[in-house]
């Protein structure tokens, strides 16, 4: 009772010759591959951007001017 069966796969691929055609076909294979090929180096992409620090992240290290005895020096 669950799951997709070999009957269920036929069934798919005839429907998809009525609709699309057999000539579409192949076309629409290419842009399909093409578009997981593109969202997986997306994801691939975003992976690596967490493992890697960002700019905001870092520490920066300083000593702190009051404003007013800037002025006074000057």
């Known amino acids: 009772m669950g799951g997709i069966q070999g009957w ?3 069934i798919i691929v005839i429907l998809a010759l009525l609709l699309f055609g057999a000539p579409k076909l192949p076309g629409l294979a290419r842009s399909v591959g ?3 090929r593109i969202f997986k180096s997306e994801v691939r992409q975003m992976k690596d951007d ?6 905001g992240e870092e520490t920066v290290e300083g000593n702190i001017v009051d ?8």
């Open 50 to 55: 967490d493992k890697s620090p960002e700019a």
């Open 34 to 36: 093409q578009s997981l």
């Open 67 to 74: 404003p007013d005895r800037r002025e006074n020096n000057a």
């Open 8 to 10: 269920h796969l036929v």
